[in-house]
């Protein structure tokens, strides 16, 4: 129970970021900051990648609770490296 409101607490941050990165045009909270974007990147998006990786690798492409919850925060993720490539932080995957 606790694993499941984690994923769903990380996809809701991944919500949020993504929210003010699509509406904070005038940069007030300097999430369109480049260095903002940078760090982001190197301390949040890209671990979660390598973690889901890892995390996919173990399911053994068995359907379970666990690759729903693993889909979601993809979903999510790849959002915001959409929202992110737009403002030129990084290339789309």
């Known amino acids: ?4 409101r984690g994923s ?5 941050a991944l919500g949020l970021y993504y929210i003010v990165l699509i509406r904070d045009s005038e940069n007030r909270t300097g999430v369109r900051d480049p260095a903002y974007g940078d760090m982001a990147k190197e301390t949040f998006t890209d671990p979660l990648k390598g973690a889901l ?3 996919d690798a173990e399911q053994n492409g068995e359907p379970n609770e666990l690759a729903l919850e693993l889909f979601a925060i993809r979903t999510a ?3 915001v ?3 992110l490539a737009k403002l030129h932080f990084q290339p789309s995957e």
């Open 1 to 4: 129970m606790s694993e499941a």
């Open 8 to 12: 769903v607490r990380l996809v809701d």
């Open 53 to 55: 990786a890892r995390w």
């Open 77 to 79: 993720l790849e959002r």
């Open 81 to 83: 490296d959409s929202a």
